[in-house]
């Protein structure tokens, strides 16, 4: 889980504008990607028996298990070159420039893209159909993710409030998700209400106190277990732990943006229509 934060904090550190669409690359049969979530979208575009390499944090779908590894945040350029790929694909929030030029500086095509929120992944998949020749798929799966999302908003509309929500993104020190972060989008999207939203800082650090001052409703956990909770110091004060109010997450639906987004919202949705909300 330790990965987990890296990736949070450089992913949510600084904006980039988006990148434009690269011209037409459906001859690219070799594509190496650097970014956990785009394999996923790689992978629902019909496209992932093109993928030769990911990162050591890419665990789904099952069939990347496989497949080599080029490291971690830092990769490892003498793999990546060894392996020949036709197109590298570089989340542009995650990788930077520094890594970007230096994969252009070897010879290697690369394409960068934007990927914090949901809309980012919907303006992405058309990009990638039209760089790798799979513009029906994309325009597919587009539409597919947009009725899925208004499903979620009808049903988050439906529910009886908006739960007071916090959702610990790291135990020590206690980090959740301020309002700029895709957790916050997740929530807010299903019907929730972050109780650190007021904050701009993307996964900002906090303290106990604090958060027992707001005493949320509900508790989402990635790290954590709620077995933990009553007996960790100070966390039996929170409303929630006492009424049971706290559920684990699994990080992946929420803290990248996929196809996958969607059942991350559905649960969300859930939980927050569970009665004694």
């Given at each position: 889980?330790?990965?987990?934060?890296?990736?949070?904090?450089?992913?949510?550190?600084?904006?980039?504008?988006?990148?434009?669409?690269?011209?037409?690359?459906?001859?690219?049969r070799r594509l190496l990607c650097l970014a956990p979530n785009l394999t996923?979208?790689?992978?629902?575009?019909?496209?992932?028996?093109?993928?030769?390499?990911?990162?050591?944090?890419?665990?789904?779908?099952?069939?990347?298990?496989?497949?080599?590894?080029?490291?971690?945040?830092?990769?490892?350029?003498?793999?990546?070159?060894?392996?020949?790929?036709?197109?590298?694909?570089?989340?542009?929030?995650?990788?930077?420039?520094?890594?970007?030029?230096?994969?252009?500086?070897?010879?290697?095509?690369?394409?960068?893209?934007?990927?914090?929120?949901?809309?980012?992944?919907?303006?992405?998949?058309?990009?990638?159909?039209?760089?790798?020749?799979?513009?029906?798929?994309?325009?597919?799966?587009?539409?597919?993710?947009?009725?899925?999302?208004?499903?979620?908003?009808?049903?988050?509309?439906?529910?009886?409030?908006?739960?007071?929500?916090?959702?610990?993104?790291?135990?020590?020190?206690?980090?959740?998700?301020?309002?700029?972060?895709?957790?916050?989008?997740?929530?807010?999207?299903?019907?929730?209400?972050?109780?650190?939203?007021?904050?701009?800082?993307?996964?900002?650090?906090?303290?106990?106190?604090?958060?027992?001052?707001?005493?949320?409703?509900?508790?989402?956990?990635?790290?954590?277990?709620?077995?933990?909770?009553?007996?960790?110091?100070?966390?039996?004060?929170?409303?929630?732990?006492?009424?049971?109010?706290?559920?684990?997450?699994?990080?992946?639906?929420?803290?990248?943006?996929?196809?996958?987004?969607?059942?991350?919202?559905?649960?969300?949705?859930?939980?927050?229509?569970?009665?004694?909300?």
């Open positions: 889980m330790a990965a987990l934060v890296v990736l949070l904090l450089v992913g949510g550190c600084t904006e980039r504008p988006p990148v434009s669409a690269p011209a037409r690359s459906d001859q690219a996923e979208t790689l992978f629902a575009l019909g496209l992932g028996d093109r993928v030769v390499a990911v990162t050591d944090n890419d665990h789904h779908p099952p069939q990347v298990e496989s497949l080599p590894r080029v490291g971690g945040m830092q990769p490892d350029y003498e793999r990546i070159l060894a392996l020949h790929p036709d197109l590298i694909l570089l989340d542009d929030n995650l990788q930077g420039q520094e890594i970007r030029a230096r994969l252009e500086g070897l010879g290697l095509p690369v394409l960068a893209l934007k990927t914090r929120t949901l809309a980012d992944l919907q303006a992405n998949l058309p990009v990638l159909g039209r760089a790798l020749g799979a513009e029906e798929k994309a325009s597919e799966a587009l539409a597919a993710f947009q009725a899925g999302l208004q499903e979620v908003e009808r049903a988050a509309r439906s529910l009886p409030h908006a739960p007071r929500v916090f959702v610990e993104i790291w135990g020590e020190p206690l980090m959740t998700a301020g309002s700029t972060s895709l957790v916050h989008e997740m929530i807010e999207r299903s019907g929730g209400n972050n109780v650190y939203g007021d904050l701009s800082e993307t996964y900002p650090t906090i303290s106990l106190e604090d958060l027992v001052r707001r005493d949320p409703e509900i508790l989402l956990l990635t790290t954590l277990e709620p077995a933990d909770l009553p007996h960790r110091a100070g966390w039996e004060r929170l409303t929630a732990v006492r009424e049971g109010r706290v559920r684990k997450l699994e990080p992946d639906l929420v803290v990248r943006p996929t196809m996958r987004s969607l059942e991350g919202l559905r649960n969300l949705v859930q939980v927050f229509g569970e009665p004694g909300r």
